[in-house]
């Protein structure tokens, strides 16, 4: 069938018979070969800009689980660092930057065509990547969502409930979509320039549109995703995108509907079922087994990916994570969900 590539032919909307599969953070700290390289880097950040270190996590989980995909190893917040914002990661507390709380620091932020300079040596690697990858693996090139870059530059972290973004958002809608429209922009250039130097999937990650109510989700999570994938088709006809709006429930749907996304990465708590029936006929979905269970493993882990590949194998299938499997997660366990996928 087609497509040697097999995430490439379930992407175009085929089943295959064993689903390709990869996972969330599969180039991370529960390698013991990622800890490694990463001592020697120096801060994450060193990591991400190095091409030669970069370039060699991200093959590190495709040598040893073979995995159908290989993500480019960078981060979504490059992105606002590249706009001109202050970014550290302090050890152990997560990503942290200056926050902008007003129109007139979001004005002063740089414009799209001013990120490159920053964002090279992330280019380089896609370009190395391109390269060096094996001929059945496809390399998924990626960027965070508006809304969700937007929480960390409104507030400066992460939260769970995004409580400092959404007040800026009821409170002063001038300067946040605002702040929306600029990040938009600049994602579009990020990811064309990835898709040049051989990004063959563009995967956007949405991890707070779980957030959003009512209209705001339309307009803060669905309308600047539509207008990436959109854009991004325009200039790479059948390019095939990958959305993850986490945590949005019936949110799914309206992706579904939107034409312009191949695959739907599904959270954990979307029933597998459910997305067989109303999100499969549209479009290929990617999930979503709890990244808890590469912790646990035993009985519950290939109870659980077995129910998932009997579930959604009958249609365009990627077998994925709910989330990013954490840094406890065992490779041994990755080993085991892999031998019941391939059987
Ligand atoms: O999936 C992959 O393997 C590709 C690389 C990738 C990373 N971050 C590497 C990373 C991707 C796709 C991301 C996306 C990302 N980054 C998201 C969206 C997806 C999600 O997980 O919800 C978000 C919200 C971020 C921001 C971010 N970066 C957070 C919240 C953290 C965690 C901080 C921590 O210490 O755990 C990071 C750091 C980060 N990004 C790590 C990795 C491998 C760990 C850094 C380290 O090695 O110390």
């Known amino acids: 069938m087609g497509n040697p590539k097999k995430l490439l032919n379930v992407l175009a909307g085929n089943t295959e018979k064993t689903p390709p599969v990869w996972m969330m953070r599969q180039a991370g700290r529960y390698l013991p070969e990622y800890r490694e390289v990463r001592k020697n880097a120096g801060g994450f950040l060193d990591l991400c800009y190095n091409p030669d270190f970069a370039t060699e996590v991200t093959l590190q989980p495709i040598r040893r689980f073979g995995f159908d995909a290989a993500i480019l190893f960078a981060d979504i917040l490059l992105v606002p660092q590249a706009m001109g914002m202050k970014l550290w990661f302090a050890e152990g507390e997560g990503p942290r930057l200056e926050p902008v709380s007003d129109l007139q620091a979001i004005e002063a932020l740089k414009p799209a065509e001013a990120i490159h300079d920053t964002l090279a040596p992330v280019y380089e690697t896609v370009k190395r990547l391109a390269a060096e990858l094996p001929k059945e693996t496809t390399l998924i090139g990626f960027a965070g969502a508006p809304w969700t870059v937007a929480t960390y530059m409104v507030a400066g972290r992460g939260s769970p409930d995004q409580a400092v973004a959404r007040q800026m958002m009821f409170g002063d809608e ?17 990811l064309a320039r990835q898709v040049q130097a051989g990004a063959e999937v563009i995967k956007l990650f949405d991890s707070w549109a779980g957030t959003l109510s009512g209209s705001y989700f339309e307009k803060y999570a669905l309308k600047p995703a539509v207008t990436i994938a959109t854009e991004l088709k325009r200039r790479f006809p059948g390019l095939p995108v990958i959305g993850f709006p986490r945590g949005a429930g019936g949110g ?16 954990s708590s979307v029933p597998a079922g459910w997305a067989r029936d109303v ?15 590469l912790i646990t493993g035993g009985d519950a882990l290939e109870n659980e990916t077995r129910r998932l590949v009997d579930i959604l194998g009958e249609g365009p299938f990627i077998f994925n994570l709910g989330h990013g499997i954490t840094p406890q997660g065992k490779p041994e366990n990755v080993e085991k969900m892999l031998s019941v996928i391939r059987g």
């Open 252 to 267: 799914y749907v309206q992706f579904a509907d939107a034409g312009c996304f191949d695959g739907l990465a599904l959270d």
């Open 279 to 293: 999100l499969q006929p549209k479009l290929a979905v990617q999930g979503n087994l709890d990244p808890m269970h």
């Open 174 to 190: 001038v300067a946040f979509s605002r702040l929306i429209d600029k990040v938009t922009e600049a994602t579009i250039e990020y």
